[in-house]
């Protein structure tokens, strides 16, 4: 069973930083592509920023330049880290894998509120 559990947000201000955790379980880190997903109130969930098995990265023209993906194989975490945070990052933030994806499985997602 593939379980992710999204944590670190909180409430910061704009221009501000912010470090989000993806743990994962297994081997889903060594041998699935992870992404981070975004969905603000009345907005559809986007996708943000992703990382494959062999440590290719990609990102969101939203977002690149200011957020950056990470791993910790011996955490089994996937890390977002958000810098230069503006009001409409805001969101619900969410980690999910391609299984995950084909299967409608998400988690509780962790919430991200930036003040101006």
């Known amino acids: 069973q593939e379980q992710l559990v999204e944590s670190g947000g909180g409430s910061v201000q704009a221009g501000g930083s912010l470090r989000l955790s993806c743990a994962t379980s297994g081997n889903i880190l060594s041998v699935s592509y992870v992404a981070w997903f975004r969905q603000a109130p009345g907005k559809q969930r986007e996708w943000v920023a992703g990382?494959?098995?062999?440590?290719?990265?990609n990102y969101a023209a939203s977002v690149k330049g200011r957020f950056t993906i990470s791993r910790d194989y011996a955490k089994k975490s996937v890390y977002l880290q958000m810098s230069s945070l503006k009001p409409e990052d805001a969101a619900v933030y969410y980690c999910n894998t391609p299984m995950g994806l084909k299967r409608g499985t998400w988690g509780q997602g962790t919430q991200v509120t930036v003040s101006s």
């Open positions: 990382i494959s098995s062999g440590g290719n990265i």
